[in-house]
């Protein structure tokens, strides 16, 4: 809790305290000479606002190391190392523990917060945005900061120094994932703040020209890849830990880093009509005012334990001090947005329906609807709660998917119409001219399917919309490399930011079948088996158990059943923590196919050794997921790439888009 | 200490098939699998169905649902049986009806309004518009050029904001 002043039990604590306190204390001169900076157009108070954000990264690099050294030397005088590490642990998950905990997880926050304002500072070019961008992330700075110092604080000291700690969090020990999937999620959520002080900084300053836009779309790219690759990282650790074989299942914490993403992703569609045309600016910035306060939002849900979830392991007064950022975030955006209204009016000619504005604006349409279903699915059990007094609902994945699979769907038909359609308008006749071929694909791929069997009309949807999708990209760059008279690495060398675009929607294909498939055909069946008895038929395999084994170590515990499948050996484990006794953490064995997945997860052990009883579970696909993220963010870093000089150019006829 | 908890969940496991489960047609089978997903288990943190979860609760609860529907009893009689005993709070598929409306109602409303607020976006193109110059097509540029008109536009010192809104 607030323990500012007794910095006598630990000298790390102290010393870390002081960086947090030092980081605090310049955050808020940051934001002061920002302000003063901008209000006067002092260029000096602004380059001085600049400068103090290497100060505040500094110091909280400083407290970072000392909180991981701490760690490392199970410093116990420190309560949280007491609290969430012990002596006992591997180095890699007490490196990991920093944000095992609250405390922890909001300084690496604050930090990586810190290390893109430092970047920020860097790139920031000299002009009327700089003092107001810079100090809308001197806000977010002293937030996060603030917090970290005051009621959050990893560096309060313990008045008696246990002997041992207690060592973290069981299911964050017992996947090297959880070493990954917070980092990426924090780089992800930190990032949209960059986009969003930009959009402060062009409300403030009236600069509504679209310059903020494009300086924002790559720091919104960067942040959008990473979020990506978070999501589907904490998908492959249920995976790898949960021992269900599924990899999302609409809790409320992965909903919370879900929503984020769907508003993200409609605002890196909507500002390229900003863009381009100069249309919906003050869409835009409710996209991002929306979308970065969801993260706040999610961290909220996250922390308080206002819904209920396998991560909301704390509570205290952070949820209310963040729900109160969150309206700090969103009051500030919408009445600056408001007070600007009048500027942000579109002054060139409205979108026609056909055209490649009307179909980002219908994505956006599903992908703000598609927020909303997720925000509404998992607060509604709150709302209830709210009112009623009492815990008296739940929303489980049969409401989700019900608007989740038709949104998706509809998601994936524009995704293929947008990059086939020019700017302004297309007429009626040649779009159908062109849509020919793609639905010729998509209807052949779907009888395919149809003939190998596949009956579920979502699978058969989602396989016809992926050839659909696949036929249009596939088009539309082999006429654009007829036109140039190039091969593909010349076209992606001169255009890196279409292709790549197509590649990330290559990518979300290349997922999306993985879920259709993996969901709709996994099977899964359970048996017990004994050691040494004849082999079990299971799902058209021949398993059999050779022994179970037990292993000790120091943080726990892991009892192995050695089952064969199919002659092949799958080691399969239950793991017990020191910190847990009595819960079991299963680790399944899982055999990775490009077709499909061998999965074997052990249900029961006998403590003798005698038998143990198994679930294993087939489903096809899943590895698609893995690979098809990769894709996403090949292609996210391919827009980031600069051009190369252009060869000299055609204008490209027919429905072949303009631009990018 | 690992040997006490293996067990435990031992214990667990063995209840789950109990000797007099009743025999399932694959009909009736899939039936309960799918009943199953949908209650809560009642007494799980996680929110996990009873399908999934190991608690004792919901292995009784399976036990339970699989003897109802070899009675032949409705999907809805199951679920209201459930709802009595333990509260709403185990319907992971919330029924459709009084506060469910809201649940079920609210995105179908967005959804309709979005596409209203869409319509009337795209709509407007219907009017009359004094810049029209329609169907010339934007004239391919670099992405490079691009930035460097825009960034050049946002340099000019003392620029009037309104005239760096329309690009040349």
């Known amino acids: 809790m607030l323990n500012l002043i007794s910095f006598g039990a630990s000298e790390l604590g102290a010393l870390g305290q002081l960086a947090l306190l030092g980081a605090l204390g310049f955050s808020l001169a940051g934001l002061l000479l920002a302000l003063v900076g901008g209000l006067r157009g002092d260029a000096r ?8 954000n290497w100060a505040v990264f500094a110091l909280l690099t400083l407290a970072v190391i000392v909180l991981e050294v701490a760690l490392l030397r199970d410093d116990f005088s420190v309560r949280y190392v007491a609290e969430h590490s012990m002596t006992t642990s591997p180095v890699w998950i007490k490196l990991t523990t920093l944000w095992a905990a609250l405390e922890g997880s909001i300084l690496l926050w604050a930090w990586i917060l810190s290390g893109y304002a430092f970047i920020l500072s860097l790139t920031l070019r000299r002009d009327a945005l700089r003092p107001w961008a810079l100090g809308t992330m001197f806000v977010s700075l002293l937030f996060f900061v603030g917090v970290c110092a005051t009621v959050a604080s990893p560096f309060t000291p313990l008045a008696s120094i246990p002997a041992e700690g207690q060592g973290p969090n069981p299911a964050l020990q017992n996947h090297w994932m959880m070493a990954v999937h917070p980092v990426l999620l924090y780089l992800g959520f930190v990032g949209l703040s960059v986009p969003y002080a930009y959009a402060v900084g062009a409300l403030v300053t009236g600069r509504l020209s679209d310059h903020w836009v494009v300086v924002t779309r790559r720091w919104t790219m960067v942040a959008w890849a990473f979020l990506t690759a978070a999501i589907v ?15 999302w299942a609409w809790d409320p914490v992965e909903n919370a880093s879900f929503i984020p993403w769907l508003l993200t992703t409609a605002f890196l569609h909507s500002i390229q009509i900003q863009e381009r045309r100069g249309l ?7 996209l991002i005012v929306l979308a970065y306060s969801s993260t706040v939002l999610g961290t909220f849900l996250n922390r308080s334990g206002i819904v209920q979830s396998v991560h909301a392991f704390a509570d205290g007064p952070v949820g209310a001090v963040f729900l109160g950022f969150l309206a700090l975030l969103l009051v500030l955006g919408v009445a600056l947005a408001a007070w600007r209204a009048p500027l942000l009016r579109d002054e060139a000619d409205p979108a026609a329906p056909v055209s490649r504005e009307g179909a980002f604006l219908a994505g956006n349409w599903l992908f703000l609807v598609f927020a909303f279903v997720v925000l509404l699915g998992t607060l509604f ?26 949104l998706g769907l509809g998601l994936l038909l524009l995704m293929g119409v947008g990059p086939l359609l020019p700017w302004r308008r297309a007429d009626g006749h040649s779009l159908v001219r062109a849509l020919r071929p793609l639905l010729l694909a998509g209807l052949g791929a779907g009888l395919v399917a149809f003939v190998a069997g596949v009956r579920n009309p979502g699978v058969l949807l989602t396989v016809g919309l992926s050839a659909y999708n696949i036929a249009g990209l596939g088009l539309l760059t082999v006429r654009a490399a007829r036109q140039r008279r190039a091969g593909l690495p010349t076209l992606l060398r001169e255009q890196p930011r279409r292709y790549g675009a197509y590649l990330a929607h290559v990518g979300l294909l290349v997922i999306a079948l993985g879920i259709a498939f993996s969901t709709t055909y996994r099977q899964d069946q359970q048996v017990t088996l004994n050691v040494g008895g004849a082999p079990v038929r299971l799902l058209n395999e021949e398993l059999q158990l050779r022994r179970i084994s037990r292993e000790d170590y120091p943080h726990g515990a892991s009892a192995t059943a050695h089952v064969d499948i199919d002659g092949q050996p799958f080691l399969s484990r239950v793991n017990t923590y020191r910190q847990a006794p009595g819960q079991p953490f299963p680790a399944p064995a899982v055999r990775y196919g490009l077709w499909g997945d061998t999965y074997l997860v052990v249900t029961t052990i006998d403590v003798r050794g005698q038998w143990s009883s198994v679930r294993l579970i087939e489903s096809p696909l899943v590895s698609w997921i893995w690979w098809g993220t990769l894709i996403v963010v ?5 827009t980031l790439t600069p051009p190369a000089r252009a060869a000299a150019r055609r204008v490209p006829a027919g429905l072949a888009p303009a631009t990018d | 200490m690992g040997a006490a908890l293996l067990t435990c969940s031992v214990a667990g496991a063995q209840a789950a098939a109990p000797a007099t489960a009743p025999a399932l047609s694959a009909e009736q089978q899939d039936r309960a699998v799918s009943i199953e997903r949908n209650l809560r288990c009642p007494l799980c943190d996680n929110g996990e169905s009873i399908s999934e979860s190991r608690a004792d609760i919901s292995i009784q609860m399976r036990a339970s649902v699989r003897d109802q ?7 809805r009689a199951i679920y209201d049986f459930f709802a009595e005993r333990y509260g709403n709070f185990v319907l992971l598929d919330p029924p459709r009806e009084g506060r469910g409306l809201l649940l079920w109602g609210a995105p179908v409303l967005a959804l309709l309004l979005g596409g209203a607020a869409l319509a009337r976006v795209l709509g407007r193109r219907g009017q009359p518009v004094p810049t029209a110059p329609v169907a010339a097509p934007v004239p391919e540029e670099s992405y490079d050029t691009y930035l460097a008109q825009v960034r050049q536009e946002v340099h000019t010192p003392n620029s009037d904001p309104a005239a760096d809104r329309e690009r040349p």
């Not at chain 1, 108070?45 to 103090?52: D, M, T």
């Not at chain 1, 059990?381 to 608007?403: L, M």
């Not at chain 1, 090949?634 to 391919?638: P, R």
Request: no cysteine; proline share 4%; net charge positive.
């Open chain 1, 233 to 247: 990282a904490g998908g492959w650790w249920s995976y790898e830990t949960l021992g269900w074989g599924g990899y």
């Open chain 1, 381 to 406: 059990p709150t709302f209830v709660e709210f009112v009623q007094g009492r815990r008296d609902a739940s929303v489980g994945p049969a409401f989700f998917n019900a608007f989740a699979v038709p």
């Open chain 1, 280 to 286: 919906m600016r003050s869409w835009n910035v409710w």
């Open chain 2, 69 to 75: 529907v070899a009675q032949g009893r409705s999907d």
């Open chain 1, 45 to 52: 108070v602004s380059e001085a606002a600049r400068r103090v």
């Open chain 1, 634 to 638: 090949l292609g996210s870093v391919l």
